[in-house]
């Protein structure tokens, strides 16, 4: 609803004028504090929207307590014009994806030891350096394996090409751009351990994901 809230903000105010309370959900304010990892017309637009929301909004629900702390604090800076405050409140994500329905399948890399990366490509993750690091432990003789698993993501053309022209790609690089739940748990389970190289998050899924 970005692109939709700041054009309409009368509408927003006549459902509040009939007694309808209006909440958002905030997943972070990344845009805002990493600008140079988004396109410029994402981060326009989402300054609109995180305005709009400032000023439209009975309450804002974040999806962790440090986002909330985090719009809180710039809500002061953006200091709204409103009669009332905004109610900031905030929950945690679940994540449902180990449910017994699903069962672990066999070893997907046939026994190698390999390390595992969850989320879409995109320049805040850490891939770069990630793979940086993990092409300094081939070159000392590690056998280590890295999978990654995520969609491709914004800015990030030269990583996959990257990717899919290395030497270890198939061998102990490997990228599964969409895969189902089912694979994802056999990933978990039998990774080593996750690698979560990311430098900003609202909340870090794959944590949750791992610790189930």
């Known amino acids: 609803s970005a692109h939709i809230v700041p054009e309409h903000p009368a509408q927003f105010v006549w459902l509040r004028r009939l007694g309808i309370p209006i909440h958002f959900v905030v997943y972070d304010l990344l845009p805002l504090q ?13 300054r609109a929207w995180y305005g709009s929301v400032a000023d439209l909004a009975d309450r804002v629900l974040c999806i962790s307590r440090a986002v909330a702390d985090e719009f809180l604090e710039w809500l002061d800076e953006y200091a709204p ?10 929950f945690h994500l679940g994540a ?3 449910s017994g329905a699903i069962e672990q399948g ?24 990630a793979l940086d690091a993990f092409e300094q432990l081939w070159a000392d ?11 491709q993501g914004w800015l990030m053309e030269a990583l ?14 490997h990228w599964f751009a969409g895969i189902d739940d089912d694979t994802l748990v056999t990933l978990y389970g039998h990774a080593l351990f996750l690698l979560s190289a990311s430098e900003g998050e609202g909340f870090g899924l794959p944590l949750i994901e791992a610790s189930q």
């Open 34 to 46: 990493r600008p140079e990892c988004f396109d410029p017309r994402v981060v326009n637009l989402f």
């Open 81 to 90: 014009d409103r009669e009332t405050p905004v109610d900031v409140g905030y």
């Open 96 to 98: 449902d994806i180990a």
């Open 106 to 129: 066999a070893h997907p890399l046939g026994g190698r030891r390999y390390a595992l990366m969850v989320s879409t490509l995109e320049p805040r993750k850490g891939y770069v350096q």
């Open 141 to 151: 003789g590690d056998d280590l394996a890295l999978v990654i698993v995520g969609k």
């Open 160 to 173: 996959v090409e990257r990717i899919r022209a290395h030497p270890e790609f198939g061998h102990r690089l």
